[in-house]
Nanobody, 120 residues
Framework: QVQLVESGGGLVQAGGSLRLSCAAS???????MGWYRQAPGKQREWVAV???????NYADSVKGRFTISRDNAKNTVYLQMNSLKPEDTAVYYC???????????????WGQGTQVTVST
């Protein structure tokens, strides 16, 4: 069982920046870590993922504006969000999934979420 705690959300004007953090209760070395978001009335959507070796992937809607990174020594994942837009407004969730070889195994672990609100 891994517990995830997000922080860093808040209210920011369009064009601004925020940095989200996700602290895990245990080692994330063998975990694929990701950020998802859910806007009001919409389904949760994937934003970005990073594997243990550091390879990353991003949703088209955030590519070039968001950067995911990880510090395995601190068991923490970050999401740097720049050039924020009102449509980025959502609750942002941290996700962890164990990796064995090239396979994702076991359950998804989720944090409680942190609200990001981008005003015009």
């Amino acid at each position: 069982q891994v517990q995830l705690v997000e922080s860093g959300g808040g209210l920011v004007q369009a064009g601004g920046s925020l940095r989200l953090s996700c602290a895990a209760s245990g080692s994330i070395i063998s975990m694929r870590m990701g950020w998802y978001r859910q806007a009001p009335g919409k389904q949760r959507e994937w934003v970005a993922v990073i594997i243990s070796g550091g390879s990353t992937n991003y949703a088209d809607s955030v590519k070039g504006r968001f950067t995911i990174s990880r510090d395995n020594a601190k068991n923490t994942v970050y999401l740097q969000m720049n050039s924020l837009k009102p449509e980025d407004t959502a609750v942002y969730y941290c996700n962890a999934r164990r990796v064995q070889g090239t396979f994702l195994v076991g359950a998804d672990f989720w944090g409680q979420g942190t609200q990001v609100t981008v005003s015009t």
